[in-house]
């Protein structure tokens, strides 16, 4: 068990700009200890008042990535789950706002006892309280911190002054890592080192020096550049790092390791390696680069408009889902983008549906695309094409069934249609209750939920048991009404709550369509590059076999 007083811990923050991968870098960091036989957890440390991410559009910040304990946070908090493969606790994320909602709460509840309550001191000290109290939940015996934003910036300079007091507190325990960025612009055709050096005098002048620089760029980094950032900052040629772009994320901590990061990082904190391997995860990203059958997927949204790198983002968890699974089985995804709205009333769009292999349509929230959607669905159903519906996927996929198999034409979700006569998707009680008090954040179903499924069905062979834990994000559900009626034909609701009161997972069976389910959940959020998540691999597969087929 990790021994509280020997708790290390490493800041990681940015300079020079945003979006050069600084939450992967973080990431990766944490695998490479993980992989010398270290306990490691990571947080992240968001600037926004937001008091979680819940209330944030997924086109402007990306996707809501979703806890076990239902908190709703930033998405790097996935990538920091699937690189270590583990289920972090909600103490492992933090905004400014949730800090200081806290702060506040607590002066107004007299909790202070009468002392002027002020940034500095009170925010960095609740700051602190998280971290060890995150760090002592996972028993961690390296503890890393992201801090969102980057150097400079007035809103994270709190974070950057907690780090500054564990760190004099606690010298040899603590380290500061700076992701940082170093452009070739294209009219010069060289390496700049100036913006580095500046963010490493910014973060000087908070009284913080890095560690170690990842220095990110399009290219790898020569000597004289490490030298010249040596000089200009006293930090030691050998503790800049190359990170130059490369090709998949997964090889970040590969590349890390052929500079012997963590034996750097371990050399600082006076730890020695405990094992020697990144075995596993080495002979993950060689299965990925081998693979090159294609495997042609569709994946049919609304968050389409704003260009392709906020698309992206907005779906992470279901991409890396599906190459998870992908690469699993040996095969390459082929992830195409369809705007809903374009299948509203164009059929001929619709029949192109044909050269896919397989569809998915994803959660997603509002009206925009949605009669597009369900067309998608419908010839997806009778064209015997793959398909797999998560949350809002589930919910159309059943309207679509009771609209045209079951013939209820009015067959609506009340989150569009209010007044519809026939809701088989239908608002949740609590959910009502919040909504007509505007009570919007974090007033969703979220967070993990048991599930039981029924033997003899795709869900339960994927998932070769019957029981299951799954992560949630939505307000309506199956209507409870409507089950029997739906049920009355071949759709089978193979995975129901334990009350079994909650519809989480329906079906066709395969001798009617070879893979036609809906999840009421985000099978997305458990999906991790070493262990690919189950339904997923089922879905591919059966997409696999469509795709065999097309070319026989
Ligand atoms: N809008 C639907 C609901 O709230 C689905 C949510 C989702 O896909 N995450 O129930």
Redesign the pocket.
């Known amino acids: 068990m990790a021994n509280k007083k020997s708790t290390k811990y490493i800041f990681v923050v940015g300079g020079v700009m945003s979006g050069v991968g600084k939450g992967v870098t973080t990431a990766s960091i944490a695998k490479i200890l993980q992989s010398k036989g270290f306990k490691v957890s990571v947080l992240k440390a968001d600037p926004y008042l937001n008091v979680d991410a819940g209330t944030m559009n997924p086109t402007e910040h990306g996707e809501v990535f979703v806890l076990d304990s239902g908190l709703e946070c930033d998405q790097d908090m996935g990538n920091y789950e699937r690189f270590l493969d583990v289920s972090l606790p909600e103490d492992n994320y933090m905004t400014n706002g949730m800090i200081f909602k806290h702060v506040i709460d607590k002066e107004r509840a007299l909790g202070y006892k009468g002392k002027c309550v002020e940034p500095i001191y009170h925010i960095t000290e609740e700051i602190l309280r998280r971290i060890k109290t995150s760090a002592q939940k996972t028993n961690a015996e390296i503890t890393l911190i992201e801090i969102g934003g980057t150097i400079g910036e007035y809103q994270n300079a709190i974070f950057i002054e907690a780090a500054r007091v564990l760190r004099i507190k606690n010298i040899k325990d603590v380290m500061t890592v700076m992701v940082s960025y170093l452009p070739v612009p294209q009219t010069i055709g060289e390496m700049k080192t100036k913006p580095t050096q500046n963010a490493v005098r910014q973060l000087n002048s908070y009284g913080v020096t890095p560690d170690l620089i990842i220095a990110r760029s399009s290219y790898p980094l020569d000597a004289k550049r490490k030298d010249k950032i040596a000089d200009s900052t006293g930090i030691e040629a050998k503790d800049v790092i190359s990170a130059p772009d490369i090709e998949s994320i997964y090889d970040v901590p590969i590349n890390f390791e052929n500079d012997a990061l963590s034996t750097r990082i371990l050399s600082h904190f006076g730890l020695r390696p405990r094992q020697k391997d990144l075995k596993e995860w080495r002979a993950m990203v060689a299965k990925m680069k081998k693979a090159d059958k294609p495997v042609k997927i569709a994946i049919v949204g609304k968050y389409f408009d704003t260009g392709d790198f906020i698309l992206s983002d907005a779906y992470i968890s279901v991409i890396e889902a599906i190459k998870f699974s992908s690469y699993g089985i040996g095969v390459k995804p082929d992830i195409h983008w369809l705007s809903s709205k374009d299948f509203e009333s164009d059929d001929k769009k619709l029949s192109n549906l044909k050269d896919y292999d397989g569809i998915i349509v994803?959660?997603?929230?509002?009206e925009t695309g949605i009669e597009g959607k369900i067309n998608v669905i419908q010839y997806a159903r009778e064209n015997k094409i793959p398909y797999f519906g998560?949350?809002?996927?589930m919910?159309l996929m059943v309207i679509e069934y009771a609209r045209h198999v079951l013939g209820i034409e009015t067959a609506h979700?009340v989150?569009i249609d209010p007044d519809t006569p026939n809701p088989v998707?239908d608002i949740m009680p609590d959910?009502k209750k919040k909504l007509a008090e505007k009570d919007y954040g974090g007033s969703?179903r979220l967070g993990g939920y048991q599930a039981l499924l029924k033997k003899g069905t795709i869900a339960y062979k994927a998932y070769g048991k019957g029981e299951i834990r799954e992560r949630h994000?939505?307000?309506?559900?199956v209507n409870p009404e409507y089950i029997e009626k739906l049920s009355s034909r071949d759709l089978i609701f193979s995975g129901v709550s334990p009350d079994g009161t909650l519809m989480e997972i329906a079906e066709l069976p395969t001798k009617i369509h070879p893979f036609f389910l809906g999840v009421q959940f985000?099978p997305e959020f458990l999906a991790r590059p070493l262990s690919p998540h189950p339904l997923f691999s089922a879905f591919i597969k059966a997409s696999l076999g469509r795709s065999t087929k097309n070319k026989s």
């Open positions: 994803p959660g997603g929230f509002g998560l949350c809002y996927g919910q979700t989150e998707i959910q969703m994000r939505h307000r309506y559900e985000h």
